[in-house]
């Protein structure tokens, strides 16, 4: 056994981040620096008439999608521009973008831009979206795409059902509401190229993007990772950097931009809102035999990640579950709101939620404890699951299970006299790697200093998950040094191969299967360099990101206690237990699982972008409410002993897993005591002291 792995261990970067010497993209800045401010479209759907640029002052720039090289985003469907030129299809759309000497000057001289519209009545939800009477608000229409699969014959297998249960669910809009907005800075180096600071997940997808943008050759273009302050999947996409990098390069001048929180709320990608219609069907000994789900994915204005989150929803929808008889059937819909993307499980969350609040009434009905039937259903090695593919790695969906039936929470409750406190348990699991057909590999280079210290170069963005404090800990056993001994160079497109998206739960899984390569090949004197290329699954269905060949694994389990006057909801303790293979650093994983159910927290209480003809009404963290550690519980992290052979030391990605499951867990112990039906996100107060005061009004 090595000296780190598998050891609690504080993040190295620790110090710097909370002694404020670590440097985000924000805190960058330079002699000569231009402010930016982005000029934004005050409606939601409509056409651009006029811009009138004439009263800005001389002083300051102004910059339209006329002085781009090609007025596009970079990404899996091409339909977003850098700015706006014809149609605006979300408020606060960019129009231009303003440059000054300072801040307040930049503000003022954006206010200056007059923009003259023609509105048009806008999208507001999926289901009105699909509508084919409703307005485009794309071109080729407002089904951006769908998904069908079947598996088995489903409603054969619904009339040899004892019990089935069949109901409409919605999860609302979420932002990642990260501690650091979204920000770049840029500057010509001495060299005379581009160089990027920025705020991201993928560097060389920046710089991709900022490439085809300027008309710039890659090698003009230098982009750098600054310290990130939180991603959670809204930072793998275009935010700030290519704004910078357009006023960089044509004014010659260092620039820098870093939205407020108004702007990071009102615009910036979101999680999908999402409309389902789940039947499943039980033997009354608590087998599932049917699944039967529809759903309609709200993607806002734009595709960003919406296609690969379509497909995620859909491979996850009917949950860990071996289930004969699967039907899914899901679109993603345009709406006039900001673009929706990747967010911390990526499409899961929205169907366990459904899947699972059933599971739980069917367990209220068939009189089965609700992990004995889980468990009864639960996948295992070898399994077959919704999309046909099989499990061929490590699962630990059962151990989870029986780690949660054996915590002191679940135990507990047998002897619980209090008829307000109610339990509740979930369960859910989550892919990992980027999926069947797409390129998924990393590179990785080691370099022997002088000093008998070694650097290491990988090209992965550590965006506050831990990823670089595990990547050290792993080369440090692997070398038999001292991690301190150990030096990482990350997300540099200048000194760093092309390792992909800090996404996926695939960083740690993938990287460090490249790096134990790397090692191995310098040990023999090959080469200074290894690659590692993520497993695809057997299963082809012909489209690009799905399915996969791994999977993480958890059970939560909830206690709280609703207030019989008001209905208020207090959590009292929280338990989750995870398959996720090898730990290599268990501080760090109970840090992601405590960071995970905050987050789903939120989902479950609160948080909820409320949008009305396209404008959100909730936009500072006032009335956008989030969860403060006064609101969460403690939360005991439980870890099942695992190991996946087919990853660096035996370890699975873990990163998104813990947001999955906590919000129907919330709902199941807040049915036990109010005997409601839940199926919206956020949990409505008004309903549950509706039916705890035996359906009438207060």
């Not at 929706?340 to 459904?354: E, I, N, S, V």
């Amino acid at each position: 056994m090595g000296n780190y792995v598998g050891k609690p261990l504080g993040r190295l970067e620790g110090f710097r981040k909370v002694s404020g010497e670590a440097k985000y993209a924000g805190d960058y800045d330079a002699p000569d620096m231009l402010h930016l401010v982005l000029v934004r479209a005050g409606i939601a759907h409509g056409y651009i008439k006029k811009i009138d640029a004439g009263s800005v002052p001389s002083d300051a720039y102004v910059f339209t999608a006329a002085d781009l090289s090609e007025n596009i985003v970079e990404d899996i469907i091409e339909d977003q521009p850098v700015l706006v030129k014809d149609k605006v299809r979300f408020l606060g759309e960019p129009i231009a973008i303003v440059a000054a000497n300072d801040l307040k000057a930049a503000k003022s001289a954006a206010k200056s831009v007059k923009i003259e519209y023609e509105p048009l009545p806008a999208v507001t939800d999926a289901l009105t979206g699909r509508d084919p009477e409703t307005i485009w608000v794309h071109e080729k229409g407002n089904v951006l795409g769908d998904f069908k699969h079947e598996k088995g014959n489903v409603e054969k297998a619904f009339k040899e059902c004892d019990l089935i249960l069949e109901d409409d669910f919605y999860t609302p809009v979420q932002d990642h509401g990260c501690m650091e907005p979204e920000a770049a800075f840029a500057y010509i180096g001495e060299d005379g190229r581009l160089t990027i600071y920025t705020s991201t997940q993928n560097v060389f997808h920046d710089q991709r993007m900022i490439s085809r943008a300027l008309g710039l050759d890659m090698e003009q273009i230098h982009v750098k990772a600054a310290t990130v302050g939180g991603g959670f999947g809204g930072k793998d996409g275009h935010t700030a950097q290519i704004f910078t990098a357009m006023a960089t390069w044509l004014t010659k001048r260092p620039a820098r931009l870093v939205f407020d929180r108004k702007e990071s709320l009102m615009t910036t990608y979101k999680r999908h809102s999402a409309l389902m219609h789940v039947r499943m069907g039980f033997t009354a000994k608590g087998d599932i035999r049917a699944f039967d789900g529809q759903g309609y994915l709200d993607t806002g204005a734009y595709a960003g990640l919406g296609p690969a989150v379509l497909g995620l929803f859909s491979e996850h929808f009917a949950g860990p579950y071996a289930i004969p008889d699967v039907r899914i059937e899901s679109w993603l819909v345009y709406t006039n709101k900001p673009p929706a993307h990747a967010m911390r499980g990526f499409g899961a969350p929205q169907g366990a939620f459904a899947t699972e609040s059933l599971i739980n009434r069917a367990a209220v009905i068939l009189k089965i404890d609700p992990i004995a039937l889980r468990y009864r259903n639960a996948l295992e090695k070898n399994s077959i699951g919704a999309l046909n593919q099989r499990m061929n790695h490590c699962v630990g969906f059962k151990e989870a299970l029986k780690l949660i039936e054996n915590s002191k929470l679940w135990r507990e409750r047998c002897l619980n006299t209090d008829p307000y406190i109610g339990y509740g348990v979930a369960g859910g699991h989550l892919s990992c790697g980027l999926g069947k057909n797409i390129p998924d590999t990393a590179k990785v280079e080691i370099i022997k200093e002088p000093s008998g210290h070694f650097t290491l170069k990988i090209g992965f963005v550590d965006i506050g998950q831990g990823s670089a404090t595990a990547l050290q800990a792993m080369a440090a056993d692997e070398l038999g040094v001292p991690i301190e001994n150990i030096t990482l160079i990350m997300a540099d497109t200048d000194q760093t191969y092309d390792c992909g998206s800090t996404a996926g739960s695939r960083s740690t899984f993938i990287a460090g299967n490249a790096m134990l390569e790397t090692i191995k090949n310098y040990r023999k004197g090959i080469k200074a360099t290894g690659s590692a290329r993520f497993p695809e699954s057997d299963k082809e269905l012909g489209v690009a990101g799905f399915p996969h060949a791994m999977y993480t694994f958890i059970a939560q389990a909830v206690k709280l206690r609703i207030d019989p006057v008001t209905a208020k909801v207090e959590l009292l303790d929280i338990v989750t237990a995870t398959e996720a293979g090898k730990i290599i650093n268990p501080l760090s994983m109970e840090g992601q699982m405590q960071g995970g159910v905050a987050m789903s927290v939120g989902y479950a209480l609160g948080e909820n972008c409320i949008f009305e003809d396209g404008m959100l009404k909730n936009t500072d963290f006032s009335t956008y409410l989030m969860p403060t550690a006064m609101d969460i519980p403690h939360i005991e992290c439980l870890a099942v002993e695992a190991y996946e052979s087919s990853g660096p030391m035996g370890v699975k990605g873990a990163a998104e897993v813990a947001t999955v499951s906590i919000a129907p867990a919330i709902g199941a112990a807040i049915s036990q005591v109010s005997k409601a039906q839940l199926k919206q996100l956020p949990y409505d107060i008004e309903t549950i002291l509706k039916q705890m005061n035996g359906g009438k009004s207060q």
